[in-house]
Structure formats: structure tokens, C-alpha cells
T-cell receptor
Framework: GDSVTQMEGPVTLSEEAFLTINCTYT??????LFWYVQYPGEGLQLLLK?????DKGSNKGFEATYRKETTSFHLEKGSVQVSDSAVYFC????????????FGSGTKLNVKP | DVKVTQSSRYLVKRTGEKVFLECVQD?????MFWYRQDPGLGLRLIYF???????EKGDIPEGYSVSREKKERFSLILESASTNQTSMYLC?????????????FGPGTRLTVT
């Protein structure tokens, strides 16, 4: 069945460091891929998405490229800020099973000043 | 902007009480979802609904039921609350017939069962 695997956290970085959070997926068909962010005490909000192979999603300095050959959608940011501290979730959706979404387990990012 | 609203941000209930969590979306989405989120366990799907009066069990449906009488509203019911149902509950909605659009989340309800 469809699933998403992302690296375990927490990830602790100093401000201005480079960030990578790994995400790989298993899916039949052609899924869309998403990164969501959750700030403390809030619901999830969309960070970026890519709907077909080789697409690059980007937002607020974060980027991720849909790699079909490696079934990956790694999240990157060149220079993190303290305000990026949050939990990040990788997710996929596919039209089998009524467009149900599949989420990774989440990666907590702590950025220290 | 799409809005998904949940009836309460914080709720405290006693063991054995019947608890209703309400979720409303204004985007005319066919799909609605209930998740619970616990530290270290990520998001776990409780139930989802792909149309009015239609529902499917998710990964952890035991102890929960749902109701979808109108397209915009999806209710989660704890028939007899127990302390192990203390958690953050998140509602979400999405289109059913296109996978290119994201799932939209409400702000969450933090439920404490004492």
C-alpha cells in the first residue's frame, strides 16, 4: 500500500545552517507530494507541494524536488532561522481510495540562535 | 481562503462521558478526515468520509464513531471517553476527485479526559 517514510528527529541546528529532512514514499500510480509544517499549538499548514515528477515546490526559502527515480521528496533550506522551529510532515495523495492522504511520522526541527 | 473550523480548542471531559467534536469546512470539499496526534506517533487517521453519510475506518477507529449528515460538517464522537483518548484531535478536508490539491487542516482540539 501507499506510505511515506521520513527521517526521525529531533533535528537540532544553529541559525543559518543548512537543513535537509529526508522523505521517501511508496505509491502505486502517480501521487502528488506535500510538505506540511506545524508550529507549536497549531494545526498543520501547507508549506509546499509538487504534483508530478521533476517538479520543484518552493516556499519561504524551503524547496523540495519530486524525484520519481528515487521515490524521494527531500525538504531543504539553505539558511534556517529560529522561527523555522516546528514539526515538518511529508505527505502524499493518490486517487486510489478516494484521494486519501498518507503522512510521514513528522520531524521536529529545533533551531538555536 | 479555505477555512476549516473546529468547535473547541481545548476540552476537558470526565471518563465515561459522551464527547462530540465538530468540524466545519467552507470549501465544498467532498472528503473530510479526523486524525489524532500524540507525541512520537505522528498523525493517525481515525475515520474519513468521502461523501455525505459515507465513512471509512482509518487506522485507529476503536472507541470512536463519526457522523456526516451535511457536506460541510463532520463530527467525531467518543461514545464513552477514556483517559487513553486524551490527545490532540485534528480535522481536515480535501477534494475527492483530484490529487493535486492539498488537505486543509483545522486548528485542532486538545482533549483531556480525567
Amino acid at each position: 500500500g501507499d506510505s511515506v517514510t521520513q527521517m526521525e528527529g529531533p533535528v537540532t541546528l544553529s541559525e543559518e545552517a543548512f537543513l535537509t529532512i529526508n522523505c521517501t514514499y511508496t505509491a502505486t500510480g502517480y501521487p502528488s507530494l506535500f510538505w506540511y509544517v506545524q508550529y507549536p499549538g497549531e494545526g498543520l499548514q501547507l508549506l509546499l507541494k509538487a504534483t508530478k515528477a521533476d517538479d520543484k515546490g518552493s516556499n519561504k526559502g524551503f524547496e523540495a524536488t519530486y524525484r520519481k527515480e528515487t521515490t524521494s521528496f527531500h525538504l531543504e533550506k539553505g539558511s534556517v532561522q529560529v522561527s523555522d522551529s516546528a514539526v515538518y510532515f511529508c505527505a502524499l495523495s493518490a486517487l486510489n481510495n478516494f484521494n486519501k492522504f498518507y503522512f510521514g511520522s513528522g520531524t521536529k526541527l529545533n533551531v538555536k540562535p | 481562503d479555505v477555512k476549516v473550523t473546529q468547535s473547541s480548542r481545548y476540552l476537558v471531559k470526565r471518563t465515561g462521558e459522551k464527547v462530540f467534536l465538530e468540524c466545519v469546512q467552507d470549501m465544498d470539499h467532498e472528503n473530510m478526515f479526523w486524525y489524532r496526534q500524540d507525541p512520537g506517533l505522528g498523525l493517525r487517521l481515525i475515520y474519513f468520509s468521502y461523501d455525505v453519510k459515507m465513512k471509512e475506518k482509518g487506522d485507529i477507529p476503536e472507541g470512536y464513531s463519526v457522523s456526516r449528515e451535511k457536506k460541510e460538517r463532520f463530527s467525531l464522537i467518543l461514545e464513552s471517553a477514556s483517559t487513553n483518548q486524551t490527545s490532540m484531535y485534528l480535522c481536515a478536508s480535501s477534494y475527492r476527485d483530484s490529487s493535486v490539491y492539498e488537505q486543509y487542516f483545522g486548528p485542532g482540539t486538545r482533549l483531556t479526559v480525567t
